[in-house]
């Protein structure tokens, strides 16, 4: 199948103009914001909050689970982004788009605790 690549020169000089654009934006507008604070703080408070109550005997369980919640979340949020049904204004790095301290914290750590603390979670 061929497929023309006629004007695709253009398409690379706006993304990259839209890129420096994002990276521009995110050091001045959004980094060390006290919404960024507020993001890398829930951060480490959710996974210090986990390392402290998980139930070590039974870690690969529900590492793997959350695992398992981390993907489809980011996977989720990956065609929401891409499909342009939403943004979020502010990030912790300006090269991922998605909204990471919900992503790669909050909800692994939310869903993790409750399967480790539910009782059909319990696998030991």
């Not at 210090?48 to 979340?73: E, N, P, S």
């Amino acid at each position: 199948m061929y497929v023309p690549l006629e004007g695709y020169d253009k398409i690379l000089e706006l993304h990259s103009q839209l890129k420096s654009m994002h990276n521009d934006h995110w050091l001045n507008y959004e980094l060390f914001t006290f919404q960024w604070w507020t993001m890398a703080i829930l951060m480490i408070i959710s996974w210090a909050i986990w390392w402290r109550l998980l139930d070590r005997t039974r870690t690969a369980y529900v590492v793997i689970y959350g695992f398992f919640v981390l993907f489809c979340a980011n996977g989720m949020d990956a065609f929401g982004i891409t499909h342009h049904l939403w943004i979020y204004p502010i990030k912790i790095t300006s090269v991922i788009p998605h909204l990471i301290p919900v992503n790669w914290a909050m909800l692994p750590v939310i869903y993790m605790l409750i399967y480790q603390y539910s009782p059909n979670g319990n696998h030991s």
